[in-house]
């Protein structure tokens, strides 16, 4: 069973510029979600997709960062313009359908990890 | 509101030794509980979780963890590392009112050495 794809895996940008990461999910998987991971740090959330909908996106910097998953399938995550703050690894994850009511497990692609200049 | 807290940031151990990695949480509600993996340049990976039943729960590779309800703590343990071991591990909880989000520690780098 193929993994969580994501691309590209490392990007470098100048502040103020604009950056599109991609995230294929596991096939099947309904639930899919956006990760930040800064250095020293833990992940956090920055959006949860069930199919086509947003679930939760409240730590998502709304002002600079986009994300959308237009077919239920695979989705973009966007950043314009980007501040020297948003160098971190972005982690794309999914799940079989976490509405289900069981928890169920997240799997997580290798990252794209973003260097602002 | 949860978090989690990892104390230790890093943890160096001789290959063969036994190994435990501290992971504490303050929850106003129960919670679930999970220990992640990440090699270097991979993504995270499921280790174990606790979502009911016996408190001592066993994962992949040899690792073990117990959740302690009157500690808060979910440690992980292991009774003799491997060099192949060495990663950095997240502890996470997930409140179980129904919400999914995953609110991760700080991590803890495990540092195997022969």
């Known amino acids: 069973e193929a993994g969580v794809a994501q691309s590209p895996r490392y990007k470098i940008i100048e502040k103020r510029q604009s950056v599109a990461f991609w995230c294929n999910p596991i096939?099947?998987?309904?639930?899919l979600y956006w990760y930040q991971q800064i250095l020293g740090q833990g992940p956090k959330l920055l959006i949860q997709?069930?199919?086509?909908?947003?679930?939760?996106d409240s730590q998502l910097p709304k002002d600079r960062f986009s994300a959308e998953r237009l077919k239920g399938v695979d989705s973009t995550l966007k950043i314009q313009p980007a501040k020297l703050e948003d160098s971190a690894v972005y982690l794309c994850?999914?799940?079989?359908?976490?509405?289900?009511?069981?928890?169920?497990?997240?799997?997580f692609g290798p990252g794209t990890r973003l260097l602002v200049l | 509101a949860q978090s989690v807290t990892q104390l230790d940031s890093q943890v160096p151990v001789f290959e063969e030794a036994p190994v435990e990695l501290r992971c504490n949480y303050s929850?106003?509600?129960?919670?679930?509980l999970f220990w992640y993996v990440q090699y270097p340049n991979q993504g995270l990976q499921l280790l174990l979780k606790?979502?009911?039943?016996?408190?001592l729960v066993k994962g992949i590779n040899g690792f073990e963890a117990e959740f302690n309800k009157s500690q808060t703590s979910f440690h992980l343990r292991k009774p003799s590392v491997h060099i192949s071991d060495t990663a950095e591990y997240f502890c996470?909880?997930?409140?179980?009112?129904?919400?999914?989000?995953?609110?991760f520690g700080t991590g803890t780098r495990l540092q195997v050495f022969p």
């Open positions: 996470a909880v997930t409140p179980s009112d129904g919400t999914d989000k995953l609110i």
């Open positions: 606790y979502l009911s039943g016996s408190t």
């Open positions: 929850s106003s509600v129960s919670v679930y």
């Open positions: 994850a999914s799940s079989l359908d976490a509405l289900m009511g069981v928890r169920e497990t997240q799997y």
């Open positions: 997709f069930q199919n086509n909908g947003v679930v939760d």
């Open positions: 096939s099947g998987h309904a639930t």
